[in-house]
């Protein structure tokens, strides 16, 4: 329907493309005539100072901010995301981790992953819904995220870390097409932040990802193509030392 | 299917409460009927009629905890959707008065004699029929949440924002229906009622049913909202109410979910209502009085909030102490004590008066891991 309704454009192969994206609150340019490109199953990296834009652009990607101008288009541009709202993107197969993590702390590790499971979102579908078979898909997803044993504790009783995990694994269950995961590793343990790097590379071999991260030993751990934002646009992309070698770069991140 | 889900909701718990409403349906009725009034069990007519109305309130405080308790929505005006029950279930008493009234009118109630119109306001039509008025019970309380939730929910009105239009609905309803000519018997209300479905009101037998009928609606109520809550609906619900934004990215509408909910919950306070205005003879806009939904909201916290049962026990134990502390020297003083009451509760409760039942088993550990369960008892299910 969507597809059809959109006037044909020039068809992209990406997955996930953002086209002059500027978005502004009062006065303040959040972000600048971004342009990104994703391609289908690849995991990128986005850095950047304070206030750069990154947490607006994953707000744009996911419905919660509508962009003054721009393009926000999604699986070889068939989609424009700027038109619909969080839960249609997210039925789309967007799925976003949140920067400070957000689990429902009333539920089991299980009934989490539960609601995130890729079902009927619909009233109707779960009323009436009944377990079946979905047992499996949980104990596998709690075997990724390194969760099983604690499958029946509530989701409020987990450690930081855990519930970082936990928020992974519900985007897991969501099965989406593209995961946003917003600074995954904030305020973790060396140990459990590489735990952290293994896990997203480990899901990124059958996703595609876009992690945005203060951390550079973690970006480096990750090993993958990175996007330094500033200023509400892109400053730099390419490996993690081709951008670190950039001067520009050099100079927002070491002060003016 | 629905029966086999009904059955299956309630826990351990809910089925000691289920059985108690069975046997206090039961019992208190024919305690009323049948014990001589020298027995030390006979239960008197205006006990009967008392206890009725509480069972009424616990329904209505049900409605509420399914919504505050489940799915976060503070609604401050959950009085209009008990009053618009009662109002329905008023204007059928009130046709079926029909020539009996002052003005021996046929048709016309007598206030409307009183106000001297001509004829039958369109909206009174079809009440004569006890299956229309029952519908509309249900119907009424169930379209005005329908359409404000639609409203509301989809703009995003939430907390204390949504509490107060919630206030304001009551109140511009308790405006409209004290006026005269909205047809619905201005301050006086609806009352000196005769018949329902052709017996008596007054008649013993009559409120010895009323009264049981209040337990089974009870008991259906409980059951409904218990198997709402236990249902994968339930847990989305609760998601909602601790991070609902969490809720929408993970492809869910929050918006209909609360609807969904707040529009159940308002047909539910509509039943209470309807079983209320023929045990106490009369509705009138003081129902929709701010307060009242207010208090409402004192009696689910005191009971305990998200336990349904708790929200049941609280409206009893509230209105039993209201009706004690009313009557006689101590009356002036009753709001004072409420409010005592609903802070040392908070204080020293948090989780209610059900709070202070031993907490239950943590449920069957699948991996044998020796986990300890969530330190906090999960009130939801």
Known sequence: MDAAMDKPRQITQSLLYLDGVSVSFDGFKALNNLTLDLAHGEMRAIIGPNGAGKTTMMDVITGKTRPDTGEVLFNNGEIDLTRKDEAAIAQLGIGRKFQKPTVFEEHTVEDNILLALDSDRRVRGTLFWRLNGDGDRITQILKTIGLTAHRDRQAGSLSHGQKQWLEIGMLLAQDPKLLLVDEPVAGMTDAESMTTADLLRDIAKDHTVIVVEHDMEFVRRLGVKVTVLHEGSVLAEGTLDEVSANERVVEVYLGR | ?381
């Open chain 2, 1 to 381: 299917m629905i029966t086999r889900r009904l059955l299956e909701a309630p826990d351990g718990r809910g089925w000691i409460f289920l059985g108690i409403l069975a046997a206090i349906a039961i019992i208190v009725p024919c305690l009323n009927l049948f014990a001589p009034p020298d027995s030390p069990f006979h239960v008197t007519s205006s006990t009967l009629a008392l206890w009725g109305k509480y069972l009424c309130f616990a329904l209505l405080a049900l409605s509420l905890d399914l919504v505050w308790g489940y799915c976060g929505i503070l609604s401050l005006g959950h009085g209009a959707f008990f009053a618009l029950g009662g109002y329905a279930m008023g204007m059928y008493l009130m046709r079926q008065i029909a020539g009996r009234g002052s003005y021996a009118h046929p048709i016309l109630p007598d206030f409307m004699m009183f106000l001297n119109w001509k004829e039958l306001p369109v909206y009174w039509y079809g009440f004569q029929y006890f299956p229309y008025a029952a519908l509309m019970i249900v119907l009424v309380p169930g379209a005005l949440a329908f359409v404000f939730g639609w409203f509301a929910f989809r703009s995003r009105v939430t907390g204390v924002y949504l509490s107060i239009i919630t206030q304001a609905l009551t109140f511009a309803l308790m405006l409209g229906f004290f006026r005269n000519d909205f047809g619905f018997g201005g301050n006086n209300g609806l009352t000196d009622f005769y018949d329902i479905l052709g017996f008596s009101v007054q008649a013993p037998g009559t409120r010895a049913v009323l009264f049981a009928l209040s337990a089974v609606a009870l008991a259906l109520g409980y059951l409904l909202a218990q198997m709402i809550v236990r249902s994968k609906a339930g847990k989305v619900l609760i998601a909602v109410r601790d991070a609902e934004s969490r809720t929408r990215f993970l492809g869910y509408k929050v918006e209909n979910y609360k609807t969904f909910v707040f529009t159940v919950s308002a047909c539910m306070a509509g039943v209470a209502g309807a079983l209320y205005v023929p045990q106490v003879g009369i509705i009138n806009p003081s129902e929709f009085a701010p307060a009242n939904s207010i208090e409402m909201v004192i009696w689910v916290a005191m009971g305990g909030r998200g336990t349904l049962i708790g929200a049941a026990l609280g409206a009893v134990i509230v209105n039993y102490l209201k009706s004690i502390f009313t009557i006689g020297a101590l009356a002036p003083y009753w709001l004072f004590l409420l409010g005592t009451i609903f802070v040392l509760v908070t204080i020293f409760l948090p989780k209610g008066v059900l709070g202070l039942l031993p907490k239950r088993e943590p449920r069957s550990k699948r991996n044998g891991a020796g986990v300890a369960s969530g330190a906090a008892a999960q009130p939801a299910e």
